[in-house]
């Protein structure tokens, strides 16, 4: 199976080694007088995306507005750019399918549940980066999982995506042919992200592989949907070899997040809390505060590197 149409892994390695900038491989786009970002409202023609976003370091993603939206809010306060209460517009607002903020140089923008969603974010979102002519972009994932083999509300840090066979690639088919594309993330940022854990002290950081899967229940090996032809047996012998593999979490997102980004030579991360352990059951019991305090430890370890790779960029100018 090939690694994908008009281009290889192994090309577009080379270049984002040697470039910081935001790359997009398709020869059509040249040809087109306007790019209509249709789901974001935004356009070439109709947006001055350079002055609006060409600013842009940090991006930051997660499924629900409303996180995304906490997030920047967040984020505002730690950098001291403007009042955590002020009101943040929807840069997206001609729209309901994704919501976007922005504060100076980060962008906070929520991109569903599932693979299809978060893929139809990134194209556009990818798009949007290289016509505003950013550079040098981290793009983090933030979300929440089922663990394995962890305690409820142990943040994991991706070191791969691997797919429902513990495989690290995502498969998707183009033009009726199987494509490969890998799932690899940036191992140096991984490795930030959880020195930032041990800075903090909050909470306790691991570093593992991300089960990805298309389904939240019977992909997952739950035993609590609609339809289950699986024992509590067969569930916990997957799960079993699934940790062994050295899978610590599982979600929906994080394969086509990280083939994506490799592609388009973003230095990517995912860091997901985890909601319960998948090995000792299926539904959250835990009460909504609890849930709620664990849902802010992503954005309290991300906003931490933001801030620490700001200090650091400001210090090698002066």
């Not at 290889?8 to 398709?26: A, G, I, Q, R, W």
């Not at 967040?74 to 950098?79: N, P, S």
Request: charged share 20%.
């Amino acid at each position: 199976m090939a690694p994908g149409p008009g281009f290889s892994d192994e090309k577009n390695e080379t270049l984002c080694e040697s470039e910081s900038t935001v790359y997009v491989h398709n020869p059509h786009l040249d040809g087109m007088k306007e790019d209509i970002l249709y789901h974001f409202n935004l356009g070439t023609s109709t947006h001055n995306l350079p002055a609006m976003f060409g600013d842009v370091k940090f991006v930051c993603v997660g499924g629900s507005p409303w996180r995304m939206k906490s997030f920047i809010e967040y984020i505002a306060g730690e950098l001291s750019l403007e009042d955590p209460k002020a009101e943040y517009p929807n840069i997206c607002a001609g729209t309901d399918r994704y919501a976007m903020y922005k504060i100076g140089p980060v962008l906070s923008v929520s991109h569903g549940m599932g693979i299809p969603s978060i893929a139809i974010m990134l194209h556009e979102l990818i798009k949007l980066l290289y016509h505003a002519r950013c550079t040098d972009v981290t793009i983090v994932r933030i979300g929440t999982s089922g663990g394995l083999g962890l305690e409820p509300g142990t943040v994991v840090v991706t070191k791969q995506s691997v797919d429902a066979t513990f495989l690290p690639r995502l498969e998707q088919v183009i033009l009726g042919n199987a494509v490969v594309r890998s799932t690899d993330l940036d191992q140096g940022l991984a490795e930030e992200l959880l020195q930032c854990s041990k800075d903090l002290g909050q909470f306790e950081t691991v570093i593992g592989n991300t089960m990805c899967t298309m389904d939240f229940y019977e992909g997952q090996a739950r035993l609590d949907g609609a339809f289950c032809s699986y024992t509590e047996k067969d569930k916990q012998d997957y799960l079993t070899k699934a940790y062994e593999s050295g899978v610590r979490n599982i979600e929906m997102e994080s394969s086509v997040f990280a083939a994506m980004c490799k592609l388009s030579g973003l230095k990517a991360a995912v860091v997901c809390v985890t909601l319960l352990d998948r090995q000792k059951g299926d539904q959250l019991s835990s009460s909504h505060e609890v849930l709620h305090s664990y849902q802010q430890r992503p954005q309290i370890l991300v906003g931490h590197l933001i801030k620490k790779m700001l200090q650091a960029s400001a210090s090698s100018r002066s």
